[in-house]
């Protein structure tokens, strides 16, 4: 079996929170994702995303705050927006859409951040590599 | 990102142990070799791991090798950035290196914490040195930008919180622009007579306050006025104010009376006497109103309907009626605003089973609050609709419009109360019988249990249950309601009902909020900052919030969130200037194509369209760095300072580096 690489995108405001809790609990992942603190999810434009598979990624994960909990009130309205388009587009392109996960997941929240990579690892896992699948 | 060269600068890498909390899982020195030599073509000089980075021996260390090696970036591999980033960006800063050329990586919590596996471990922590390394090289300097801030302050609202507010701010000696919609100060709380817990007159402890806020040096009171613009941000407001026209020389009035009383025009008071109770198309809301000028209503005014009466002008003694007066439009400068705009009552009629306004003897807590003021309508008499009835049984319902899915999930906190203030009011005035309907009763405030205990003791009938329907029979109205206690439906027939309507958001909640930049909650109620640890700031720096328009709350509540603002509205006064966003947004005007798309996006309303240039433009001083925008644009037009596309392209890169050259040892 081949090792999946996944970038995550995380908030640094309630998600990136969030792993630190799981951390905090010792709550045991797998260590395929490499997490990125960026400000707000809605900083991720739909290129960063697709540029994360052409470097190698063969998923991408990316998790901010509730709706209506996002630290910069509406920043995440728009990553709740722009991912599905994103998602449909990538279908389209012949990039299977689950190589893309949006969920929400606050500070308090380590447990369900633990439980999304396990099983965002696993679907990602089960997929070929990206590369092959763009052969 | 490929085009351009890398950056050749001189990176540290530092490694932290913490104890056997990261060294016990993850090889720290395998990182630190690894990282020495096989980052080296990244521009890694220096690679160290050491028991405790965050100590002081650890910083010197950081500050010794910039000094020494001459670094110019510096990466550390530790715990949470949440923890010690603020500690080593100013160990790199003492040390001379801009504090947004250090970057953190967190091998701790997710890494060493989180992985049962040793060498995977080791192998996610070069991984994430990789990475940070990778990003590094390519972050740039960056300064916070200072701003002074202008000591003036506006205050929207005087009810009491404003009124609050303003007061402890002009004391402190800091000048105050207190605007208020109505022709007088005061909000709800001068609609009542008694107040609970105490029971204390509502005029006679909030009338002082009035009338300091009114004669006060440092408070600039503009009633009858509304604020129609606000543009700029913490510490350099500039709002402009609609003061409307009274159509009376405020320099001239005496504030006699002699206008109303000689007015043969009668109204419908449907702000200040809930309906219950007329005033004059000339007329001050209430005796005790700040300020004491009257303001002529043109809507009803017989002179500016049908073009004669101008009885008021003949009789005014100084000469004070001016038919012609306009608006007046100012502009002022703040460097913070307290909003303290408080609340509507929940329109009783939307609950079409409870009768209010089909129903005569169904009323509103707030008209019969007017009822119980002996200044009011009755003359503090409880009577029926037709003015002279003294009713001999009386129901108070409660959580009208609250606590009910098909109108307001949520509770409005003062009804109960107020609901057992009532039922002491009637027993007091009249003797009668008094049914409480209730879901739960809820009491939750100092002296408050206690006074529903009091008002048991007074005889009152508590039926635990939601009224179904409210129905006109056996000469009077019956309530039904499902006793929940007993299990049995009750019919109760009373004289009067009151109901105690909840309370809401104000009808131009949305507006208000969008003017001043600030965001609502789905029940329209202005948000705060945080919940518990930050109540009255808002998402906008600058912009407070104080008292019922941020939620339902009681007067002492009310006050105590009007004093908070204003204190914090002085320190950052006593600050003199504030420092603001240092990783802000920028559009590049060469490859912005004006599609707007951007300035839709931005929670802070921070970016400008400069229509003259078409291109969008970002206020520095308002962007909060969250790069939505960025996100947004297309042409890829916007730069989120140390969060660049650049940037982050160059950190997934350095990480993907270190998996990728895993599998192949693996392979091999
Ligand atoms: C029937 C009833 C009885 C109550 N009895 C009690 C009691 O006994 N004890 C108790 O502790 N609490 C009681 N309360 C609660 C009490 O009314 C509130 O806690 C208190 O009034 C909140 O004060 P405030 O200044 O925040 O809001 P408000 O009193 O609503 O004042 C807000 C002010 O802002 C002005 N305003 C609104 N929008 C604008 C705008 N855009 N521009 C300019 N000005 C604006 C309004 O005209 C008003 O003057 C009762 C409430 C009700 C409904
Ligand atoms: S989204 Fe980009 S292109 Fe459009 S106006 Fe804003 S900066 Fe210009
Ligand atoms: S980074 Fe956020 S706050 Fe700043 S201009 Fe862009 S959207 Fe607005
Ligand atoms: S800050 Fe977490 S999603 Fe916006």
């Not at chain 1, 990125?36 to 190698?56: D, T």
């Given at each position: ?22 951390g905090?609990?010792?709550m045991?992942y ?17 290129e960063?995303?697709l540029?994360s598979?052409?470097?190698?990624a063969?998923?991408?994960?990316l ?7 996002c ?5 995440n ?5 722009r991912?599905?388009?994103l998602?449909?587009?990538?279908e389209y ?5 689950e ?24 679907t990602?896992?089960?997929?070929p590599?990206?590369?092959e699948?763009?052969? | ?13 530092y ?15 395998d ?13 890694v ?7 405790f ?14 000094k020494e090696?001459g ?12 923890l ?6 100013n ?14 990586t967190?091998?701790?919590e ?17 991984s ?10 390519y972050?740039?300097?960056?300064e ?21 507010a303003?007061?402890?701010?002009a004391n402190?000696?800091?000048?105050v622009y207190l ?16 107040t609970?817990?105490?029971l ?7 009338t ?8 006060h040096?440092?408070i600039?009171?503009l009633?009858?006025s509304?604020v ?12 402009t104010?609609?003061?409307?026209a009274r159509?009376i ?5 005496t ?6 009383e000689k007015c ?6 449907d ?25 002529i ?10 073009g004669?009466?101008?009885a008021c ?10 038919f ?8 002022v400068?703040v460097g ?18 409870y ?9 509103t807590?707030l008209e ?12 503090g ?26 109108y307001?999930n ?9 609901s057992?203030?009532?039922a ?26 206690e ?5 048991i ?24 309601a499902?006793?929940?206690l ?7 027939p ?13 009808a131009?909640?949305k507006?208000?909020a969008q003017?001043?930049?600030?965001s609502?909650s ?33 007067i ?38 004006g ?17 003259e240039?078409g ?5 520095e ?8 925008c ?14 660049t596309?650049e ?8 990480a ?13």
């Amino acid at each position: 079996m081949y090792e999946p690489k996944i970038i995550g995108f995380l908030c640094n405001w309630c998600s990136y929170r969030g792993a630190d809790t799981a951390g905090m609990a010792r709550m045991k992942y797998p260590p395929n994702v490499k997490i990125i603190r960026v400000p707000c999810s809605g900083r991720i434009s739909p290129e960063l995303v697709l540029r994360s598979f052409r470097e190698g990624a063969d998923g991408v994960i990316l998790l901010g705050c509730h709706i209506g909990d996002c630290h910069y009130a509406t920043g995440n309205h728009r990553t709740a927006k722009r991912m599905p388009v994103l998602k449909k587009l990538m279908e389209y392109t012949g990039i299977e859409p689950e190589r893309l996960y949006i969920n929400w997941v606050s500070a308090a929240e380590g447990e369900k951040f633990t439980t999304v990579i396990k099983e965002f690892t696993e679907t990602i896992s089960a997929l070929p590599p990206f590369v092959e699948t763009m052969k | 990102m490929k085009s351009k060269k890398k950056p050749q600068e001189r990176v540290g890498v530092y490694i932290c142990h913490c104890g056997s909390n990261i060294a016990g899982v993850v090889n720290v020195e395998d990182v630190s070799t690894w990282a020495g030599k096989e980052l080296e073509k990244e521009g890694v000089v220096v690679a160290r791991d050491y028991k405790f980075m965050c100590s002081s021996l650890g910083q010197e260390l950081i500050e010794k090798d910039i000094k020494e090696q001459g670094l110019t970036r510096v990466v550390v591999a530790a715990c949470s950035p949440h923890l010690h980033e603020p500690t080593f960006r100013n160990a790199c800063s003492r040390a001379g290196v801009n504090p947004y050329l250090f970057e953190m990586t967190n091998i701790r919590e997710q890494d060493s914490w989180v992985t049962t596996d040793k060498l995977e471990a080791t192998k996610k922590a070069k991984s994430l040195v990789s990475a940070a390394v990778g990003r590094v090289v390519y972050q740039k300097p960056l300064e916070s930008l200072f701003v002074p801030i202008d000591p003036n302050v506006l205050v929207v609202g005087g009810g009491v919180t404003g009124i609050q507010a303003a007061l402890e701010i002009a004391n402190s000696g800091q000048h105050v622009y207190l605007v208020e919609r109505e022709p007088s100060i005061g909000g709800h709380m001068a609609q009542f007579d008694k107040t609970f817990p105490t029971l204390d007159c509502s005029a006679c402890i909030l009338t002082p306050k009035m009338f300091d806020a009114g004669n006060h040096k440092n408070i600039t009171m503009l009633t009858w006025s509304e604020v129609e613009k606000v543009e700029g941000y913490i510490g350099n407001f500039t709002v402009t104010i609609r003061k409307r026209a009274r159509f009376i020389e405020e320099s001239l009035c005496t504030g006699c009376g002699v206008c109303w009383e000689k007015c043969p025009k009668k109204v419908v008071d449907d702000v200040f006497e809930a309906g219950l109770g007329y005033r004059k198309a000339v007329y001050t809301p209430f005796p005790q109103a700040v300020p004491k000028y009257p303001v002529i209503d043109h809507e009803n005014c017989t002179y500016f309907q049908k073009g004669t009466c101008k009885a008021c002008e003949k009789f005014c003694p100084t000469g004070a009626i001016k038919f012609d007066q306009q608006d007046e439009i100012l502009t002022v400068k703040v460097g913070n605003i307290i909003l303290a705009t408080g609340y509507d009552l929940f329109d009783a009629r939307k609950i079409p089973n409870y009768g209010y306004g089909r129903l005569p003897n169904v009323f509103t807590s707030l008209e019969f609050e007017r009822m119980t003021n002996a200044a009011g309508p009755t003359m503090g008499k409880v009577v029926l609709r037709d003015g002279v009835t003294q009713p001999k049984s009386v129901a108070v319902i409660h959580c009208v419009g609250s606590r009910d899915k098909n109108y307001h999930n949520y509770c409005s906190s003062i009804c109960c109360m107020q609901s057992l203030k009532f039922a002491h009011l009637v027993k007091e005035k009249t003797g009668g019988d008094v049914y409480q309907f209730y879901i739960d009763m809820r009491t939750p405030g100092k002296s408050y249990d206690e006074f529903y205990q009091k008002i048991i003791h007074e005889g009152v009938n508590m039926i635990r249950g939601k009224v179904a329907e409210i129905i006109e029979g056996e000469g009077g109205l019956i309530v039904q309601a499902e006793d929940t206690l007993v299990g049995k439906q009750r019919r109760i027939p009373v004289d009067m009902v009151i109901l105690s309507a909840g309370l809401e958001s104000r009808a131009d909640a949305k507006e208000v909020a969008q003017k001043f930049g600030i965001s609502c909650s789905a029940d329209d109620w202005f948000i705060e900052r945080h919940p518990k640890l930050d109540p009255v700031a808002t998402m906008t720096d600058g912009v407070f919030v104080a008292g019922a328009c941020q939620g339902p709350k009681d007067i002492p509540a009310s006050v105590a969130q009007g004093a908070a603002a204003a204190a914090r509205v002085l320190s950052i006064i006593g600050q003199g200037e504030i420092e603001i966003e240092a990783a802000t947004a920028m559009v590049d005007e060469i490859t912005c194509v004006g599609c707007k798309q951007c300035v839709a996006s931005c929670p802070y309303q921070a970016i400008q369209f400069l229509e003259e240039k078409g291109k969008a433009y970002v206020q520095e001083a308002l962007c909060k760095g969250c790069g939505t925008c960025v996100g947004t644009c297309l042409p890829k037009s916007i730069t989120l300072k140390h969060f660049t596309d650049e940037q982050i392209v160059a950190e997934m890169i350095g990480a993907m580096r270190v998996m990728k050259s895993f599998e192949m040892t693996e392979v091999a």
